[in-house]
């Protein structure tokens, strides 16, 4: 089984950064797609960015330009760096492994920007 275990979320003012992680346990991490979610409140889950095993990246129109994911397989963790963080960003970010068939999420960090 995967589990997965985001951290670094927080209260950031606007205009401020903020770096995610997620720890994923199990084997198949170099070899998955993996990606990061977000759901403000009232609102549905959406892509924010997924990067797949051989380092390609895709964006959300609202993350283009001031969000980076990345990946290193050797600490078989995924990153969300956000810059210029507006209250729109505001909401819980999961991360997201998926490989074949299967789809694990993470139970989510908040994140809230404001001042």
């Known amino acids: 089984q995967v589990q997965l275990v985001e951290s670094g979320g927080g209260l950031v003012q606007p205009g401020g950064s903020l770096n995610l992680s997620c720890a994923a346990s199990?084997?198949?991490?170099?070899?998955?797609?993996l990606g990061w979610y977000r759901q403000a409140p009232g609102k549905q889950r959406e892509l924010v960015a997924h990067i797949s095993s051989d380092g390609t990246t895709n964006y959300a129109d609202s993350a283009k330009g001031r969000f980076t994911i990345s990946r290193d397989n050797a600490k078989t963790t995924v990153y969300l760096q956000m810059t210029s963080l507006k209250p729109e960003d505001t909401a819980v970010y999961f991360c997201?492994?998926?490989?074949?068939?299967?789809?694990?999420w993470g139970q989510g960090t908040q994140v809230t920007v404001s001042s």
């Open positions: 199990g084997s198949i991490f170099s070899i998955s797609m």
């Open positions: 997201t492994l998926r490989f074949g068939i299967h789809n694990y």
